[in-house]
């Protein structure tokens, strides 16, 4: 029986972990780096360990130094966040091999999701749906021609390892191809391409499509179960910055096929534990395409909770302890996360900076997940992330109003933050209308 878990993170996904693993009567202890010292999630853990510097290389993402706090702690688990180790297959096994619980899914369906072209094949074999493209990696700009015009322009140019929309680009004819080829190969480096070049991938690109993604949950007896859509559209450089649940932009017919093949996709890899399922919907066909799967936690995951009513930390938990219990699900109402950073509202870049004021909104149907505090220091070395703000409503109208007041009531000083373009969003027709797709913050830039 699990009576500790060491949380892998920092700042607001560390904080929230947490919470949840005290919450269950179990040990929390905390990893951090000189820079997070003060950080609330540091302060609120029953335990902590000083990892190093604040370079990630020397503090979050040393393997070693993580698993020996766990030892030195006498943490029986390690529950690892999104972004830095969570989705490192050999930090899983790591893990494993050290005699402790990985509060994730089985590190052979890490490595299996984390390569997108071998993701993509093995969706297609599933029964996914899929767009055109290559099934073997891309290693150079001749080849990466050849493919694009048997696909058809537009294509999607990306690097087939890594997450996050990071290096992503769109090709409309051979001369953009170079560029966007050029971007992915760099992301691809970062990724660890093949000896032979970088492993890109490429795919028809869905004009006005919308993000929708599949929350499952791969149970300990072996099943998977789907517990909503989360919308993630709303985007700058790829990168998501509100989400909702359930999408505005989806049919009950086609969010049925949807929720299946997200079950077939996790079945295909005996999944266990949370995990997401993308997808590319376009709106006007009302079709939908397999874009990858996040084999963690997302940062997301609240509007599931709000529309659900559980709790999915405690569930990854309770999975990776072996616990066999069967789980029906009924989303209700409506709920919108924004992503708060610290960054200029209006060309998106970090904005790192001590703060000031902190006041956070409160009421029926609001809930944040923060990582900072009056006081504390947005520092340049990781993701501006500081907080996430989540409304919920019986209707998606209920739920827009209650948002509307909740950024208005959020105060931030010190860093610039987002929060006027949150404010800028909830009062765009498009947004409003639910009629929106990932151009849409472009459109209103």
């Known amino acids: 029986m699990l009576d500790s878990v060491l949380v892998a993170n920092r700042g607001e996904i560390a904080r929230r972990v947490i919470r949840t ?107 996914v749906p899929v767009a055109a493209g290559t099934r073997e990696p891309v290693s150079d700009l001749d080849a990466a021609a050849r493919a694009a015009r048997e696909i058809g322009y537009p ?41 032979a070049g970088p492993a890109i991938l490429l795919e028809r690109y869905i004009e006005r499509a919308r993000h929708v993604e599949v929350q499952i949950l791969g149970l300990a007896d072996g099943t998977v179960v789907a517990l909503g859509e989360r919308d993630c559209s709303v985007q700058r450089r790829h990168q998501k910055v509100v989400e909702e649940s359930p999408s505005p932009g989806l049919t009950p017919e086609l969010r049925e096929r949807m929720l299946a093949a997200a079950v077939r996709a996790g079945e295909a890899v005996a999944y266990r534990g949370a995990g997401t399922v993308e997808c590319l919907v376009d709106a006007d066909a009302q079709d939908f395409v397999f874009l990858e799967m996040n084999t963690r936690l997302q940062v997301e995951h609240p509007v599931s909770e709000l529309v659900t009513g559980l709790d999915l930390v405690e569930h990854q938990i309770r999975v990776a302890a072996g616990e066999v219990y069967g789980l029906e699900v009924r989303p209700r109402g409506h709920a919108i996360e924004f992503r708060v950073y610290a960054e200029d509202p209006k060309r998106f870049l970090p904005g790192p900076g001590k703060i000031d004021v902190w006041e956070e909104p409160s ?64 009062d765009h027709p498009d947004f409003v209308s639910g009629d929106y797709d990932t151009g849409l913050v472009s459109r209103m830039r």
């Open 363 to 426: 009421g029926e149907g609001i809930r944040v997940d923060s990582g900072y505090t009056a006081g504390n220091t947005v520092t340049p070395f990781y993701d501006p992330l500081m907080a996430k703000l989540c409304v919920y409503g019986e209707t998606r109208e209920e739920a827009l109003a209650r948002g509307r007041e909740a950024v208005a009531a959020f105060r931030v000083e010190g860093p610039k933050n987002n929060l006027p373009f949150c404010a800028e969003l909830l």
């Open 155 to 195: 294509v999607m140019v990306k690097a087939a390892g890594g997450g996050g929309g990071i290096g992503m680009g769109v090709a409309r004819d051979d001369a953009s191809l170079a560029k966007a080829f050029e971007q992915a190969s760099r992301a691809a480096a970062r990724f660890g391409g093949s000896g």
């Open 21 to 127: 693993v005290k919450g269950m009567g179990l040990r929390a202890v905390a990893v951090h780096s000189e820079a997070d010292a003060d950080l609330p999630f540091v302060t609120e853990a029953d335990d902590a360990v000083l990892l190093g510097p604040a370079a990630p290389a020397q503090s979050y993402l040393d393997t070693a130094k993580v698993i020996e706090a766990a030892r030195a702690t006498g943490a029986r688990a390690i529950h690892p966040g999104y972004g830095f180790l969570s989705e490192n297959a050999a930090f899983a096994r790591a893990v494993v091999d050290a005699g402790l619980v990985w509060i994730g899914p089985d590190p052979g369906a890490i490595e299996r999701m984390g390569d997108k072209i071998n993701a993509r094949n093995l969706m297609e074999e599933a029964g």
